[in-house]
């Protein structure tokens, strides 16, 4: 049961579980603010669900230079 629960929601598991760690790291090292620990669960939650359906990367670098290169074109 719990092979087959990891084999399918493992990532997702994985990057909430990375989350968490960090949320705790901040909580004993600074002030606890339980909105910024659920803001980190839900990002390692995310990119762990992203990284499972194989959506390609998280953040399209190569569009993002393309359109900047664009905009910011000193001679046009």
Known sequence: MWREFWAIYG???????????????????????????????????????????NNGPIFPWQRLWYALLERFRPFR
């Open 11 to 53: 990532k997702r598991v994985a990057g909430a579980a990375s989350g968490l760690f960090f949320g705790f790291l901040y909580l004993f090292v600074g002030f606890w603010d339980m909105l910024f620990v659920g803001l980190l669960v839900s990002i390692g939650y995310w990119i762990g669900k992203q990284k499972e359906l």
